[in-house]
């Protein structure tokens, strides 16, 4: 018996799937039992008088946590479900292309290899915390502060905020949350404006939500991405909360889900022959030309796109496998 933790669980998906391989779903299961005695009072022959006891016992089970490994179990014995984890760890199935063979887009898969999570909004609240700390220590005098910068001109973050501000851009971004600073560290002065450039790329790279990223190679030169829907089960909780749960640190996870699409090697050139001779825009043509362009930048990994060699994964669930102990000692 498999003991998982559950980091995600997409139920609606799982519903789904186990109505179109059973006809439907079994979401609780009854047990009904009654123990009945009887006693007979009265002379034989004359109308008796019957006293009866009874016990009824009712037990009733809910399925909902058991939805998810009752359709993996289905899945398997039907040959939709294959573990790709001892694939994906292997260098020579990314190098000679033939993972797009063993997992092609569509198929389920589920892979168990070393994972982070990821999410550019807990990331704004540390870096947003660990400012708001040195402006306290500096504060109450536990932290010097260093020397303004030669002309007594205000630090770039306060300037870039006032600008802000006179150009009427009143849109909040993530790195707004992160408050004026400076700080002396090594031997050179880091400020808000260092903090809010890391928090740029990130955002940029990782758009705002929780992100799983599975890393199967030693190398980690492969990154299998999944994007975490909110508003699923087990997944209530704050991002706060989840990396002081599970931390930023690599650990084993298991995900299963359908894959998204392959990372491009060579993705193809944007055509801007998308105006009809009739000097019309095509819908459709001018569609695939920024889709295109959207693919190249995929390709040097600057947004959220799968890059390649590596895939997207459209999760199912994501659990922990809780490990047995034997004379005291962890096993698999």
Not at 102 to 113: C, D
Not at 196 to 209: D, H, T, Y
Not at 264 to 293: Q, T
């Amino acid at each position: 018996m498999i003991l998982r933790e559950f980091l995600y669980v997409d139920t609606d998906k799982v519903r789904s799937m186990l109505a179109q391989l059973d006809g439907g779903v079994a979401e609780e299961e009854r047990e009904t039992g009654r123990e009945e005695k009887r006693t007979t009072v009265g002379p034989r022959g004359v109308a008796q008088h019957f006293q009866g006891t009874g016990i009824e016992r009712y037990t009733q089970k809910s399925l909902g946590d058991a939805l998810f490994p009752m359709l993996e179990s289905a899945l398997e014995s039907e040959s939709l479900l294959r573990d790709i984890s001892e694939e994906v760890a292997d260098a020579e199935k990314w190098t000679t292309g033939k993972m797009a063979t063993i997992a092609p887009p569509g198929s389920l898969v589920r892979i168990t290899a070393p994972g982070t999570l990821f999410d550019s909004r807990y990331v704004a609240n540390t870096f947003s915390a660990f400012a708001w700390v040195n402006i306290g220590l500096q504060g109450i005098g536990a932290m010097p502060i260093p020397n303004p910068p030669s002309g007594g001109k205000a630090p770039k973050g306060q300037q870039r905020n006032r600008v802000g501000k006179a150009e009427g851009n009143t849109r909040e971004q993530l790195e707004d949350s992160i408050p004026d600073f400076r700080m002396e560290a090594g031997g050179s002065i880091v400020g808000a404006d260092d903090l809010r450039s890391i928090l740029r790329v990130a955002r940029g790279v990782f758009a705002p939500g929780l992100h799983m990223n599975l890393s199967p190679m030693e190398s980690r030169d492969v990154l299998i991405s999944s994007r975490l829907q909110e508003g699923r089960q087990y997944l209530d909780s704050e991002s706060d909360i989840l990396f002081a749960r599970y931390g930023t640190t690599e650990q084993e996870w298991t995900l299963v889900g359908s894959v998204g699409q392959h990372g491009s090697e060579d993705p193809p050139g944007p055509n801007d022959a998308f105006v009809n001779p009739d000097g019309n825009v095509s819908r459709g043509k001018l569609a695939n030309f920024i889709n295109a362009h959207m693919a190249n930048i995929g390709a040097t990994g600057f947004i959220d796109l799968p890059q390649h060699p590596g895939f997207s994964v459209i999760p199912f669930a994501v659990y922990r496998s809780i490990p047995r102990f034997s004379k005291g000692i962890a096993v698999p």
